[in-house]
Each structure stands twice: as structure tokens, then as C-alpha cells.
């Protein structure tokens, strides 16, 4: 586990490098869109897709997206991201319920993670056999967030980065 959230802390900051580099749009597909940044093994290829519905007694709140990426040269594939648009509470957890399937991940900052590869894996094909997806955490501040999204098109727009990026 403690490899696992060394490479994600690495991929933070490759991904907010990243976020800077030119974009190609790989399409929308319903509520995800997909594309990907560089070339060759420093190609990297992301999908995302933003609340439906968000719910909280917050006065200022910045971006909320959930995020699934492919790194390329680091042979990553399917992190999964989800951003709150707030800090999280320390040390706190957040909770991704999918039909009957929940998933805990941990917090930094403003973003929540999987603890590691098996779960990642585990709860990317539960958002793709899924119709809607519950995320719940806690901010520094204490205020409680539920945010709802669609996962309508989201196998068809992962199909999209698994070419782009060369994974089969």
C-alpha cells in the first residue's frame, strides 16, 4: 500500500503538469468525456465527468469532477481521481456507493484516491456495470457532500483512452 500511494502522490504532480500541456479531444460520450495530452510514452489519457447533483450546506465550493487516467510510460492505467472542490477533512474518508457496492478511498488535499491497484480495479468495472455513482466526504470545515453522477457513457469513452494511450 505504501508503494501505491507513493506512485499516486507522483501522479498528482504529473497531473497537474499535465494539465497545462496541449489537449486532444478523444469525444464526449453522454456524461464522460475523454482525451489525452503528450506523445509517445509520455502520452497520458484521461476521462471525466462532473456531478449531476451536488448536495451540502457550503458557501464557496470550486470544481467537482471524477477523474479515471492512463499514464502511459509509468504503466498506470485506470487511476481513479475524484475531486471535491473543497479540502478534505484530515485523514478523512471518502465514500463511493455504486447500486449495493460501496468503496472507501483516502484524501489529500482536495482529492480522494483508492488504497490500491486490486480496489481500483474492482470499483472502475463497478462504474461500468453501474447507472449512478454516490460520493460522500467531509471537509476541513466539517460540512458534510454528497455528490451524484451519471455513468452513462462511461465504458464507451474508457474504450476511447485504451486506444489512444495503446493499452488493450
Known sequence: MKHYCVMLIAVLMLSSATLHAKQKDLGIFKK???YSEGKGKS???SIYSKPEKKK???VKRGQVYALISHFRGRKA????????????KKHSIVTVQIGTKKFKLFTVADSAWVQSKKVETALVKTMQSGARMVVTG????????TDTYSLSGITA???AIDKA???K
Open 56 to 58: 451540502g450546506k457550503y
Open 32 to 34: 464522460w468525456t475523454a
Open 77 to 88: 492505467y485506470n487511476v481513479v481521481q475524484l475531486t471535491a472542490g473543497y479540502i478534505y
Open 157 to 159: 469513452a474508457q474504450k
Open 43 to 45: 502520452r497520458a489519457c
Open 138 to 145: 467531509v471537509s476541513s470545515r466539517g460540512t458534510r457532500t
Open 165 to 167: 494511450c495503446g493499452r
